[in-house]
């Protein structure tokens, strides 16, 4: 069973509502949000406001995966604008745990994310406090990028980690996801995958969903 997060990276921002809910009622579990700041990556996108608007539109969980620098600042800002998790990348947190712990105490999910060439030891002292780790399996800036194949061995290596400390924590990917490469992604341990243009690059939606969750 995987659970399949729509990114709205790629989706229409002059209706984003029907966008939503158009994945909502294609089957989605998860509405996956981009939150880029022009600094951390060379693009930029959506900030709480989107999120506070988004917030009453669907019933599913808001992820919100902060490619920014200096996440601890916006933590509160997300959080009460409805985020459900927050994902911070290890590479723009000096103190991994306190922000880990900071994202917590607002009563939300806390994933950390990992670029494609960031190695997964930096986890060791904080994969048990996770609900979710994201492997970036593309450079984070873009949609619609090609899937690194090298990472579905780090896939593979993180799924025998939380095994090996007996954890339930959740493994996201993002990047390059679609229905030609989620089964290897899935047996490799993927238990979130994240899908913008293969979802939202497709005038059928629910097709789209349906294809990517039977090919797994
Ligand atoms: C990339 C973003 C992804 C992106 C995925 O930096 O984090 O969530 O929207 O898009 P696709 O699925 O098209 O690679
Ligand atoms: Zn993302």
């Given amino acids: 069973m995987v659970y399949i997060a729509p990114s709205i990276l790629s989706a229409d921002f002059s209706k984003l509502k029907e966008e939503i809910e158009d994945v909502e009622?294609?089957?989605?579990?998860?509405?996956?949000?981009?939150?880029?700041?022009?600094?951390?990556v060379p693009n930029i996108t959506i900030g709480p406001l989107i999120v506070r608007a988004v917030r009453p539109v669907t019933q599913l969980p808001l992820d919100v995966h902060l490619m920014i620098e200096n996440p601890d600042s916006y933590i509160d800002e997300f959080a009460e604008a409805g985020a459900d998790l927050i994902s911070v990348h290890a590479e723009a947190c000096t103190h991994l745990h306190r922000t880990i712990q900071h994202i917590k105490?607002?009563?939300?999910?806390?994933?950390?994310?990992?670029?494609?060439?960031?190695?997964?030891?930096?986890?060791d002292y904080v994969l048990k406090d996770l609900d979710y780790v994201l492997l970036m399996t593309v450079n984070p800036g873009f949609g619609g990028q090609v899937f690194i194949p090298e990472m579905l061995a780090k896939i593979e290596a993180l799924s025998d980690m939380i095994?090996?400390?007996?954890?339930?924590v959740l493994i996201q990917i993002d990047g390059g996801v679609n229905a030609g490469n989620a089964k290897a992604c899935m047996e490799a341990g993927a238990n979130v995958l994240v899908a913008g243009s293969a979802v939202y690059g497709f005038p059928d939606r629910k097709?789209?969903?349906?294809d990517i969750r039977d090919a797994t």
Avoid: C, Q, T, Y
Avoid at 27 to 40: K, Q, T, Y
Avoid at 105 to 123: E, I, R, Y
């Fill in 207 to 210: 097709k789209a969903i349906r």
């Fill in 163 to 168: 095994k090996a400390e007996g954890l339930s």
């Fill in 105 to 123: 105490a607002k009563g939300v999910k806390a994933g950390v994310v990992l670029n494609p060439h960031s190695p997964l030891h930096v986890l």
């Fill in 25 to 40: 009622h294609g089957g989605a579990d998860w509405i996956h949000i981009d939150v880029m700041d022009g600094h951390f």
